[in-house]
């Protein structure tokens, strides 16, 4: 009877879990809604990692598994992540994200995978961010909107692990954020406009709320993505050609040949 009773107790026990945004982020990710919200956000990188080229691709962010450059050309390609978690290859690297051990001026492609989100200071990351990426270079920055489902989730819930607990920025934000570095936005997409509920059955349902909402053209997906480029210094950016006035041609009058002959004969 006692031996039960101690099997009993010990099956009640808590297990300890670690409260590390990377832990919390990776376990999220692994569940049905964060494999969705995964399998999203790798179709919408998709559409921006494939048109830059170079060498040296960095993703930095706190889980490891989400992948966002399958479909780069670039040859080497390096995750950065604070903690050791399962997924990790072997070229990876364990550092903060507002102090990077890279050189500067050396990365053709930064991917900051909700890096921004779970900073204790997210300018100093975007600032890291700026100084390892060379002249031309882009970088993709990838965050939790806080003008979608994702936000009214949140609050309803108000519960405090991944991945409510990440901070979220909305596109004016991240755009004054670009600008004060100088860098270029070149296109920005949302996401992901069905509400995040796990069951499957509602899921379904409610799959003509995200259908409807991608139609607006406002950026009202959970997840939210701005591709920038890093222009080089000196060089200033070319207006489109719709930009550009053309100064209209007015026909000129041309001297007749009496008004000359006239002169002539005045002299």
């Known amino acids: 009877m006692s031996d039960h009773l101690t099997l009993d107790i010990s099956w009640r026990l808590p ?29 919408l ?23 966002l450059f399958d479909s780069s050309p670039v040859s080497h390609k390096v995750m950065l992540c604070p903690r050791v978690a399962l997924g990790m290859s072997e070229s990876s690297i364990i550092a903060e994200p ?11 492609v930064v991917i900051l995978h909700h890096a921004l989100d779970y900073a204790e200071h997210p300018h100093q990351v975007l600032r890291e961010a700026n100084r390892v990426l060379r002249q031309g270079g882009h970088l993709l920055i990838v965050s939790f909107n806080p003008y979608s489902f994702w936000s009214l989730c949140r609050w309803r819930r108000r519960k405090t692990g991944a991945p409510w607990s990440a901070k ?25 406009h069905r509400p995040l509920v796990e069951s499957e059955r509602w899921y379904k349902r409610l799959g003509f709320v995200g259908s409807w909402l991608a139609k607006l053209p406002t950026y009202n997906g959970s997840v939210l993505m701005m591709w920038v480029r ?38």
């Open 168 to 192: 979220g920025f909305s596109h004016g934000r991240l755009h004054d954020w670009v600008n004060l570095l100088e860098l270029t936005e070149l296109q920005s997409i949302s996401g992901f």
């Open 230 to 267: 890093k222009d080089v210094a000196g060089m200033t950016p070319l207006k489109p050609e719709w930009k550009t006035r053309k100064l209209i041609s007015f026909p000129v009058a041309e001297p007749s040949t009496r008004n000359k002959s006239a002169r002539g004969k005045s002299i």
């Open 45 to 67: 990188a998709d559409r921006l990692v494939h048109k830059a080229f170079g060498y040296h691709l960095l993703q930095i962010g706190f889980a490891p598994s989400v992948q």
């Open 98 to 108: 507002h102090e990077l051990p890279v050189t500067d001026n050396s990365q053709d």
């Open 15 to 43: 297990l300890p879990v670690n409260d590390h945004p990377s832990d919390l982020l990776n376990q999220w990710y692994a569940s049905p809604l964060g494999q969705r919200l995964a399998s999203c956000e790798k179709q």
